[in-house]
């Protein structure tokens, strides 16, 4: 039986080992992407690199969709688990699945249709339009691939499974790995040879985390309509704000893009550098956000509310701490990171500046993905989707805009850790008036 594993024992211990064996895993994944944009930059034509990165910003933006509609997995089938309620759970595991395909499927066809515009709208043109277009032509399809992939990882972590869901990045991974320089140098097929090691990755996290959900777990059943009808209403309350929460982080960064792309392409290469960098070295944030969200989903279950306001509080001592080290560790290893990319010049510019100064402002990021975590999981859904429009709106586009004005490229990520600490802030006041509001009502 799939017991709650996160109303007794120490919350610290929990949120630690939550976090620290998913952040191996998304480590594994966003460390191949770097490896990714390193051998498509020994090709050597920084058009590739430009192309790849305005490319990533649209893949971004739909695994960020499948990401927000896996969301309800985790959350409902979490709380269900709290509640003791099996037969709950594994339908919603099945169904939220489900729910997550279709709104992908559908998001990706109509993206397909205009990709050529959306292309052209991030400020590409010619040669480094046509290598973006065609990496997206064949990384896109797979799109719900992934979709159902990120829900199976999501139903893992619900169930407390920290290792399963480690175990099934790490294996998409380790497979990108292993293809990369086979497709791209050996069989000569260049960026696309990337793009296709990225669909055979795709297609192993979704073996191996369904497979781990039906022999370790017994979760997976065969779908019924009429449930799925009903747990339809439920499952999209959750999933679309979500939606709309994560898409907010790749929109304002596809804005910042843009707002680079007008000083020239080669900070679009260094921002490519950059927006590959931001995971590896905050995939523990990023982490940190997914374990708390199970954690705070069987305690509001079980109604341990005491726990889950300890939860959030040692959550952000985490942030502040991981947030700190790393920051410093960028600044010193700034010179080598420009160094092994081969940047020059205002790529290089650019990632110095990203190194020295932005990093350390990712602890607002942090308090904002907590935020998230305690609104999405603790019934408050539109609310964190509010946040994350506010911050890819009001929070990014003015600041942005006035910074590129007043200080050229780098005052546009100047105006991008404004915004950020601004919202970071603001959803941190929010999140804990809902759990103080929790907690001593109920």
């Known amino acids: 039986m799939n017991e709650a594993k996160f109303i007794t024992g120490k919350l610290s211990r929990h949120i630690l080992k939550m976090a620290s064996t998913s952040s191996i895993g998304l480590i594994a994944i966003f460390f191949v992407d770097l490896l990714d944009l390193f051998f498509i930059g020994l090709l050597d034509e920084i058009d590739n690199v430009s192309a790849v990165g305005i490319a990533g910003s649209i893949v971004f933006l739909l695994t960020s969709i499948s990401i927000g509609a896996s969301v309800s997995a985790g959350a409902l089938v979490s709380k269900s688990i709290g509640e003791k309620d099996i037969f709950k759970a594994r339908h919603y595991a099945i169904n939220c699945a489900l729910v997550s395909a279709g709104l992908t499927l559908i998001i990706t066809v109509i993206a397909l249709l205009f990709m050529e515009e959306i292309v052209f709208m991030l400020g590409a043109e010619g040669h480094v339009a046509s290598i973006a277009l065609d990496y997206l032509l064949i990384v896109m399809p797979s799109s719900v691939l992934l979709s159902l992939a990120l829900s199976s990882i999501a139903v893992l972590r619900a169930l407390g499974d920290a290792k399963g869901a480690m175990l099934t990045t790490l294996s998409g991974a380790f497979i990108h790995l292993a293809l990369d320089p086979i497709l791209i140098f050996s069989m000569n097929l260049g960026v696309n040879g990337a793009a296709i090691a990225s669909v055979f990755a795709r297609v192993t996290f979704l073996i191996v985390g369904v497979s781990r959900i039906?022999?370790?777990?017994?979760?997976?059943?065969?779908?019924?309509?009429?449930?799925?009808?009903?747990?339809?209403?439920?499952?999209?309350?959750?999933?679309?704000?979500?939606?709309?929460?994560?898409?907010?982080?790749?929109?304002?960064n596809a804005f910042v893009l843009y707002s680079l792309a007008k000083f020239g392409t080669d900070y679009v290469a260094g921002y490519a550098v950059i927006s590959k960098?931001?995971?590896?070295?905050?995939?523990?944030?990023?982490?940190?956000?997914?374990?708390?969200?199970?954690?705070?989903?069987?305690?509001?279950?079980?109604?341990?509310?005491?726990?889950?306001?300890?939860?959030?509080?040692?959550?952000?001592k985490v942030n502040l701490l991981f947030c700190i080290l790393i920051s410093i560790i960028l600044l010193m290893c700034s010179n080598l990171l420009i160094y092994s990319f081969n940047m020059s010049g205002q790529a290089a510019d650019i990632i110095d500046f990203f190194c020295s100064f932005i990093a350390f402002t990712f602890i607002f990021n942090g308090m904002l993905f907590l935020s998230n975590a305690a609104l999405n999981n603790l019934g408050s859904p539109k609310t964190s989707s509010i946040l994350n429009v506010g911050k890819a709106t009001l929070g990014t586009i003015?600041?942005?805009?006035?910074?590129?004005?007043?200080?050229g490229a780098p005052g546009v990520l100047i105006g991008q850790a404004l915004g950020s600490a601004m919202f970071g802030l603001l959803g941190v006041i929010i999140a804990r008036r809902l759990v103080q509001r929790i907690t001593f009502t109920r």
């Open 214 to 252: 039906y022999i370790k777990h017994k979760l997976l059943i065969t779908p019924k309509i009429l449930i799925l009808s009903r747990n339809s209403p439920a499952i999209l309350n959750i999933a679309l704000p979500a939606i709309l929460t994560n898409c907010a982080t790749p929109l304002g």
């Open 277 to 316: 960098i931001i995971p590896v070295c905050f995939a523990f944030i990023f982490s940190l956000s997914g374990a708390v969200g199970p954690i705070l989903g069987q305690n509001y279950g079980a109604k341990e509310w005491r726990r889950i306001k300890r939860a959030m509080l040692d959550a952000h």
């Open 398 to 407: 003015p600041f942005v805009i006035y910074g590129g004005t007043a200080w």
